[in-house]
């Protein structure tokens, strides 16, 4: 019986470990393009990027980008990058497409014509915020084609808050995990 309400305790608070920094990342949400925000500043640069022009965050983003975008190995050109971004700008907002690209850089190589047909795909089943807090949570979705959008995506906006939620753990587990040793010999 001990050993059973060790394992729960042991279960719950790995449970709480987990679900606490949902809190944090579920913060992401971003304005809806065209809309007005509580910032000026943010109106003003989703505005210049729905009305055509380059996102005044395209140099952030392209900096943030840590391959090489000449040489035989590139994965991308500066060109297709600087679509790829100005189309996440129109899409998801400046500032939130300069997140994406800093969460998941390799996001620029994804093709950028199917951006807008599966965010229109999952605004279909979900609605525009939550499509897009989807897709800022697993930047890996900007990779799915269009056909694949328009199936149920339930699975995927729950593997995105998982993804996001254990995002962090690696560099938690290794700060502890150096912790242990440093504090192994003090007790």
Not at 8 to 23: E, H, Y
Not at 34 to 43: A, L, S
Not at 46 to 68: D, I, N, V
Not at 85 to 108: M, Q, W
Request: charged fraction near 15%; include cysteine; hydrophobic fraction near 45%.
């Amino acid at each position: 019986m001990t050993r059973l309400f060790m394992t729960g305790n042991t279960l719950v608070a790995i449970v709480l470990f987990v679900m606490a920094p949902t809190i944090l990342v579920d913060g992401f949400a971003p304005p809806v393009v065209g809309t007005t925000t509580t910032t000026t500043t943010t109106t003003t640069k989703t505005s210049l990027c729905a009305r055509g022009k380059s996102s005044p965050l395209l140099g952030e983003a392209l900096e943030a980008y840590p391959f090489s975008f000449e040489g035989k190995r590139a994965m991308v050109s500066e060109q297709k990058a600087t679509v790829a971004f100005n189309e996440l700008a129109r899409l998801y907002g400046d500032d939130e497409a300069l997140a994406i690209v800093e969460l998941f850089p390799r996001s620029l190589c994804f093709d950028s014509t199917n951006y807008a047909p599966c965010l229109e795909a999952w605004t279909e089943q979900f609605g525009l915020e939550a499509s897009q807090g989807m897709v800022g949570r697993n930047p890996g979705l900007l990779g799915v084609k269009p056909f694949t959008a328009k199936e149920p995506a339930e699975a995927s906006m729950f593997f995105s808050y998982i993804i996001a939620v254990t995002r962090p753990l690696p560099k938690i587990i290794a700060v502890g995990l150096i912790l242990s040793i440093v504090t192994a010999g003090l007790g």
